[in-house]
Structure formats: C-alpha cells, structure tokens
C-alpha cells in the first residue's frame, strides 16, 4: 500500500503535490515527448538534435507508472519514433517567452 495510488494506469493531472518549482505531476505520472530529436551522447548544440523536426525517433523523459523508479527522472531517456502511439507518454504545453524569471 506504500506505492499504490489507487490508479491503473496515469492520474489526473494536479492530483500529486507541486515539485520545487511549482510543475505537477512531472515524473512518475506519464512520460512525456520532446523535440528533441534522439542523438547519442555527448550531447552537442551543434548537432541539431533540439532543431524541432519531424525527422528521426524523438526523446521522451520522466518516466511513468509503467516505468522503474530509477527512470523516473528528467535525466532518464528513451526515444520512440514520433509516429508511435505510446500508451504511457504524453506531453506537456509549453511556451516559450524569452523571459528569464529569477527564482525568489
């Protein structure tokens, strides 16, 4: 009963309490997409990966109900091609402003 929410598969969103930065339900609930396109280490601006583009298999962080504690983790990755329907990965809006907000 410690690990068990009750839950079969993902929650609603905001269920869980914040992390340090005010964002719910980060890890654990479902993984989530990126743009990033799924290149090997090491990691390098130059190489196009964070471009955006359709093309290649795509990064998906933060792990899931599905997934072992140690890849519930924005530093774990796996990749899926971005055609693939994945039923623990979803994805997080976002938008980007340009502005840098300074933690109080």
Not at 8 to 33: C, K, M, S
Not at 66 to 78: L, N, W
Request: aromatic share 12%.
């Amino acid at each position: 009963t410690r690990f068990h929410d009750g839950a079969l598969l993902t929650v609603a969103p905001g269920r869980y309490q914040p992390n340090a930065w005010g964002l719910y339900d980060l890890h654990g609930n479902a993984a989530e997409w990126t743009r990033t396109t799924y290149l090997p280490y090491p990691y390098a601006t130059a190489d196009g990966r964070d471009a955006g583009g359709d093309e290649g298999r795509k990064v998906v962080r933060g792990g899931s109900w599905r997934d072992e504690p140690k890849r519930s983790t924005a530093s774990a990755r796996v990749s899926y091609s971005p055609w693939q329907r994945v039923y623990n990965v979803s994805f997080r809006v976002m938008c980007e402003t340009g502005t840098v907000l300074a933690r109080r």
